[in-house]
């Protein structure tokens, strides 16, 4: 069950174009991949509406999820995107 | 199908002038963008829905079906922390299109050194889904904007 949880280091947080990075580049990927708040319901990265609705702030951490083939690659790719400041 | 109505009086340009590439290039997604009256306003709800996220300087609607749009009012204006802005409803809040949901000044946020343009935004919408109806001119706000197919 490939999974990171990460702190998201960018100044707006996950909005604007560390928002869109993420979505553009989870929904290139042909595996589901969700995004949660600790302890929270996970919602799709693919969705920038989703994504824009979880509202992460600066500094804090989400838990990214992901399922099948090149899972760990994605993941990576993710990571680097909401690690950035 | 959706009408998008514009949330606030300006000037149809079109995405591709917002000095932002984030939305110029179309990266939040399709839509347009309305360069304002340098006027005090209000901008407007675009859509019948529900205000599922409401900061003072960009909302997100999503009506009935599932469909958000994104308003953002101006350019970095994330940076006043809402200075200039006042919020005249609540997130959470269900709302008709036209119905007023911040005020501002876009010629504050102009002489503050940053752009007022704002991108009106179909979000997750797919290629080929979105059709103007003011490609590009005046608009009041509460106009048809763009429809959403």
């Not at chain 2, 953002?72 to 922390?81: A, N, Q, W």
């Not at chain 2, 940053?114 to 003011?134: K, N």
């Amino acid at each position: 069950m490939p999974e990171r949880k990460v702190i998201v280091e960018s100044q707006v947080g996950l909005h604007a174009r560390p928002a869109a990075t993420f979505v553009q580049t989870a929904a290139k990927a042909p595996i589901d991949v969700t995004v949660a708040k600790p302890g929270g319901s996970p919602v799709s990265a693919k969705s920038i509406l989703s994504i824009l609705a979880l509202d992460v702030r600066h500094g804090e951490a989400i838990v990214i999820h992901a399922e099948g083939e090149g899972a760990d690659r994605l993941l990576d790719e993710l990571v680097a995107i909401v690690s950035a400041p | 199908m959706t009408t998008v109505l514009a949330p606030v009086a300006g000037r149809v340009v079109g995405l591709a002038a917002v000095p932002d590439p984030v939305f110029a290039e179309g990266l939040v997604g399709l839509g347009t963008a309305i360069d304002p009256a340098r006027e005090p306003g209000t901008a407007v709800a675009p859509i019948d829905g529900t205000i599922v996220k409401l900061h003072p300087h960009a909302y997100v609607i999503v009506g009935d079906d599932g469909r958000g749009v994104l308003v953002h009012l101006g350019i970095d204006t994330v940076e006043l922390r809402g200075e200039g802005f006042r919020v005249l409803a609540a997130e959470g809040e269900r709302v008709r299109a036209g119905r007023p949901v911040v005020a501002w000044d876009p010629a504050l946020v102009e002489a503050g050194g940053r752009s007022p343009m704002c991108p009106v935004v179909a979000l997750d919408a797919l290629p080929g889904t979105v059709g103007a109806l003011v490609p590009s001119g005046a608009v009041r706000a509460g106009d048809g904007l763009f429809l959403w197919h």
